[in-house]
């Protein structure tokens, strides 16, 4: 199993409607959980991040933790296509370092 | 504020040879850390240090190392450079090692390994 998984994709979305996007780990002792956004050719952008369980909103994101189901999830709403990147799920192994998925590639559909 | 700076950007190399690679962290981030992206692996941690000292280390052969001046800038290494080695090399910073950061990447070293 591995430590981090997400759904590979690509996941196509409408313009204007939610994308969902979504991450379990396998490390129950990690405390920080991450999202970051990539566009190609350029470095990780960290667009949310969540210590805990519940939701976090910063305008049109909003991540989701669920400790026990060991689940973390980044809802994008009113997707744009220039939210069309690939987001990484990052969660924490110790203090600094972070294990990462594999990345979902979100595609937003005019 | 000036976000974490990496140089250089762009680099070929051939094998055999070796690369060092700079990054300077957000001002007041005391906690560096390494990053190797891939296509094939996808983004790998090698390596963090914290106040000159390496407090973590990744899973990669001894031919990448590292290091932290006392300014809390990092310089990564890597010697007789692979075809393998090719990748994004990613620098992050954090405030502090412990408790719970926010980690920030820089732009990034392209490295291509010929």
């Known amino acids: 199993q591995k430590e981090v998984e997400q759904n590979s994709g690509p996941l196509s979305v409408p313009e204007g409607a939610i994308a969902s996007l979504n991450c379990t780990y396998s490390?129950?002792?990690?405390?920080?959980f991450f999202w970051y956004r990539q566009y190609s050719g350029k470095s990780p952008e960290l667009i949310m991040f969540i210590y805990s369980n519940g939701d976090k909103e910063d305008g049109r994101f909003t991540a989701q933790l669920n400790k026990a189901s060991q689940y973390v999830s980044l809802l994008i709403r009113d997707s744009q296509p220039s939210d069309s990147a690939t987001y990484l799920c990052?969660?924490?192994?110790?203090?600094?370092?972070?294990?990462f998925g594999q990345g979902t590639r979100l595609t937003i559909n005019p | 504020k000036a976000g974490v700076t990496q140089t250089p950007r762009y680099l070929i190399k051939t094998r055999g040879q070796q690369v060092t690679l700079s990054c300077s962290p957000i001002?007041?981030?005391?906690?560096v850390s390494w990053y190797q992206q891939t296509p094939g692996q996808g983004l790998q941690f090698l390596f963090e240090y914290f106040s000159e000292t390496q407090r973590n280390k990744g899973n990669f052969p001894g031919r990448f190392s590292g290091r932290q001046f006392s300014n809390s800038r990092s310089e990564m290494n890597v010697s007789t450079l692979e075809l393998g080695d090719s990748a994004l090399y990613l620098c992050?910073?954090?405030?502090?090692?412990?408790?719970?950061?926010?980690?920030?990447f820089g732009e990034g070293s392209w490295l291509t390994v010929v």
């Open positions: 992050a910073s954090s405030l502090q090692s412990g408790g719970l950061n926010t980690i920030y």
């Open positions: 990052a969660v924490t192994q110790g203090a600094q370092k972070l294990v």
């Open positions: 490390d129950r002792g990690s405390q920080s």
């Open positions: 001002s007041g981030h005391r906690s």
